[in-house]
C-alpha cells in the first residue's frame, strides 16, 4: 500500500495533459446543482482518463458517520450494497479518516482491505482511493479500480488528488443547494397550511360577526326604525329628539354597511360557494363601479381550478391591486382578466391611471412606503409556487400580471 506524496516532478507536456483534464472536470461539474448529477459526470470523466475501469464515489453519511457508495460503474449491486464502511475501516476508511490518498497494485493481496471476500468475488486488483475534500472537511472519497494488478504512475495519484478536492468542492456546494432546496419546499409546505388556517381564521371571524354583530346591528336599526314610526304616529314634535332619532337610525344602518363589508372582505361568500370567477368580479365591480371607474372583463373559468389556497392567493392579489388602483392610479377604466396559457393560469388587472416608474420601486422585504403593497401582493403568490409582474410607465397606466403554474 503506497500513500500519496507529491514530490516528484513531471514534464512540461504531462503536466499540460493533466491541466486539460482538470479543466474538462471542473467544466462538467460547475453549475450542476443536483449531487447526483455531480457525482456522476465527476467519476465518469475520471474514469475516461483511467481508460474506463471500474470504481465510485462513497459519501460520508452524516447520521452515521459509515461510507456508502452513492454513485458507481462497473461493480455489482452486491458489492455496492454491502461495502459500508466506517470511517477508518479498510483502505477508503482510512483514507477518508486522514485524508490522504492511497493506491495499491493489487487490493486482494493487501491485508488491510475491508470484506476481502467481496473484494475476491468482485475480481478487483490495482485500486485506487482518493479523499473528497471541502474547507479542510472530507466528505466521501472517490475509489477507482481494475480487474488486473496495474502499477499506479506518481502523476495518476497527483491528478486523482486534484480531481478529488474539485469534486469535493463540488459536493459540498450541491449538498447545501439539495439543502437550500429541502429547506424552500418545507416552507412552502408550511406557508400553504398557515395560507389555509389563516384563511379557516377569517371564516370563523366573519360567520361570528354575520350570526352575532351583524344580526344585532339589523335588530337595532329595527328597532331605531320602530320608534321613528311611533314618533310620527303620537305626533312628538321635539325637533332635537326626532333628529338625534334620525341620526341614530342613519349610524345603525351605516355600521351594519361596514359590518357587512368586513365580513366580504374576511371572507367572500363567493368564493366558498361559487370559485375565483364570480368572487372576483363581484369585488371588483363592488369596489369600483361606486367610485365611477369603467370595469371590463373578460374572465375564463379555468378546468380543473387551481388547489384552495391558490385560489384564496390569488384573490387577495385582486384585492391588493384594487386596492392600489384606488389609492394611487387615478383611474377611469380598469379591465380585468383571467385564462389559461399553457400550463399556468394569468390573471391580469390593468387601469389607465397616472402610472409609475416601477424602477423607482424596492420591491423587498424591510422597504416602506410605496412599494411595501406591491411587495406584499408579490410574497403572497410565491408562498404557493406563483408570481407576479407589474408593468407601468409615467402617464401610460399600470398592468399587474399574476401567474399559477397549472400541474
Known amino acids: 500500500m503506497t500513500p500519496f506524496t507529491s514530490d516528484d516532478s513531471m514534464p512540461a507536456e504531462e ?6 483534464i482538470l479543466s474538462r472536470v471542473s ?28 470504481g465510485g464515489i462513497m459519501l460520508l453519511q452524516e447520521d452515521s458517520q459509515e461510507l456508502k457508495y452513492r454513485v458507481y460503474r462497473g461493480l ?85 488528488h486534484s480531481i478529488g478536492d474539485q469534486l469535493g468542492t463540488a459536493v459540498d456546494s450541491a449538498k447545501m443547494y439539495e439543502k437550500l432546496n429541502r429547506s424552500q419546499r418545507r416552507y412552502w409546505r408550511i406557508a400553504r397550511r398557515l395560507i389555509v388556517a389563516q ?53 345603525a344602518k351605516q355600521i351594519n354597511r361596514e359590518v357587512s363589508r368586513v365580513i366580504s372582505d374576511l371572507r367572500p361568500t363567493l368564493l366558498s360557494t361559487m370559485g375565483l370567477v364570480p368572487a372576483v368580479r363581484e369585488h371588483v365591480e363592488s369596489a369600483l363601479t361606486p367610485l365611477g371607474i369603467e370595469v371590463t372583463f373578460d374572465l ?31 383611474a377611469n377604466h380598469v379591465h380585468v382578466s383571467l385564462r389559461r396559457n399553457n400550463s399556468e393560469l394569468r390573471l391580469q388587472v390593468s387601469d389607465d391611471g397616472r402610472g409609475f416608474n416601477v424602477d423607482d420601486l424596492n420591491l423587498r422585504e424591510g422597504d416602506e412606503g410605496q412599494g411595501t403593497g406591491l411587495f406584499i401582493m408579490k410574497e403572497r403568490l410565491e408562498l404557493v409556487e406563483g408570481g407576479c ?5 409615467p402617464g401610460e397606466g399600470t398592468t399587474a400580471t399574476a401567474r399559477f403554474p397549472l400541474q
Not at 503536466?15 to 486539460?20: E, I, P, T, V
Not at 493489487?106 to 471476500?117: F, L, N, T
Not at 360577526?209 to 303620537?234: F, I, P, R, W, Y
Open 300 to 330: 375564463h373559468e379555468i378546468h380543473p381550478p387551481p388547489p384552495p389556497e391558490a385560489e384564496i392567493s390569488l384573490f387577495r392579489w385582486v384585492q391588493g391591486a384594487v386596492g392600489n388602483i384606488i389609492k394611487h392610479a387615478d
Open 76 to 160: 455489482s449491486e452486491e458489492y455496492v450494497e454491502k461495502m459500508r464502511l466506517e470511517v477508518g475501516e479498510g483502505l477508503a476508511g482510512r483514507v477518508a479518516q486522514t485524508g490522504r490518498a492511497m493506491l495499491v497494485d493489487d487490493i486482494s493481496e493487501e491485508p488491510g482491505a475491508a470484506r476481502p471476500h467481496l473484494i475476491d468475488m468482485e475480481g478487483l486488483r490495482a485500486f485506487v482511493s482518493v479523499p473528497l475534500r471541502s474547507r479542510e472537511r472530507i466528505l466521501g472519497v472517490m475509489n477507482c479500480a481494475s480487474r488486473i494488478p496495474r502499477h499506479f504512475a506518481r502523476r495518476d495519484m497527483l491528478l486523482l
Open 15 to 20: 503536466n499540460r495533459n493533466d491541466l486539460l
Open 199 to 251: 384563511e379557516e381564521e377569517r371564516e370563523r371571524i366573519a360567520r361570528d360577526l354575520h350570526d352575532e354583530t351583524s344580526q344585532v346591528l339589523t335588530g337595532l336599526a329595527l328597532k331605531l326604525q320602530v320608534l321613528t314610526e311611533m314618533c310620527n304616529m303620537l305626533d312628538i314634535q321635539n325637533e332635537r329628539f326626532r333628529e338625534v332619532l334620525d341620526e341614530a337610525h342613519a349610524s
Open 389 to 393: 409582474h407589474i408593468s407601468s410607465k
Open 27 to 54: 467544466a462538467a461539474v460547475s453549475g450542476l446543482g443536483d449531487l447526483d448529477a455531480v457525482l456522476k459526470v465527476g467519476l465518469d470523466k475520471t474514469l475516461e482518463y483511467m481508460d474506463g475501469i471500474q
